[in-house]
């Protein structure tokens, strides 16, 4: 089975626009998570989308959204980016009934 | 006080050595116990996970939970220079709650 992918791989934006991340989980995982990863906050988790619904979500503010497709492809959007945006960006998908998850190999985003 | 709390390090240490890493957490509910590993400019990657306290053995791998005491540890046996990457502790309550540890960088010395 292929993994999980993301795409952009990098990515570079200035301050104020918008960014738009794509994932696609493991083959018949439903659940994706989004997670953001910095040197001094760690990894932190953004949102959960099950079946096209958000299932859980993380203490981030309302600029960070997502969606999930009906092929439980997802995407995350970052508005009015801010210089504390830049971090690497990571999905993760899980198959029902385990608490693990595969993770993507991130999308790492720099904002100038 | 962080949910959970993990020793960034770096550790070094020699080819061959024990090594241990650990985290300590907040939360009783936490129900299940993961251990990332990650590589540089890599995802995550889960090495095992264990549910509610004990042992659980993997190759040169030991997961420990100590449920009293709300102590995470992960053993490694006979380290070699690939298993220099950062380690993350990841415990989890019985719905979808999963908070990250900080991550410990582990470098292994030739």
């Known amino acids: 089975k292929a993994g999980v992918t993301q795409t952009p791989r990098y990515l570079i934006k200035t301050r104020g626009q918008q960014v738009t991340l794509s994932c696609s989980p493991i083959s018949g995982h439903r659940s994706v998570s989004w997670y953001q990863q910095t040197p001094g906050q760690g990894l932190q988790f953004l949102f959960e989308y099950f079946s096209e619904t958000q299932r859980n979500k993380g203490n981030f503010p309302g600029r960070f959204s997502g969606r999930q497709f009906s092929n439980s492809r997802s995407e995350m959007n970052v508005s009015t980016l801010e210089l504390g945006d830049s971090a690497l960006y990571l999905c993760?998908?899980?198959?029902?009934?385990?608490?693990?998850?595969?993770f993507g190999p991130g999308t790492r985003l720099l904002v100038l | 006080q962080k949910e959970v709390e993990q020793d960034p390090g770096p550790l070094s240490v020699p080819e061959g050595a024990i090594v241990s890493l650990n985290c300590t957490y907040s939360n009783s509910a936490f129900q299940y116990f993961m251990w990332y590993r990650q590589y540089s400019r890599k995802g995550p990657e889960l090495l095992m996970y264990t549910y509610s306290s004990g042992n659980k053995e993997d190759g040169r791998f030991t997961a420990q939970v100590d449920k009293s005491s709300k102590y995470i540890s992960l053993f490694i046996r006979d380290s070699q220079p690939s298993d220099s990457a950062t380690y993350l502790c990841a415990p989890r309550d019985g719905g979808f709650k999963t908070i990250f540890g900080a991550g410990t960088r582990l470098f292994v010395k030739a």
């Open positions: 993760a998908s899980s198959p029902e009934a385990v608490p693990h998850q595969y």
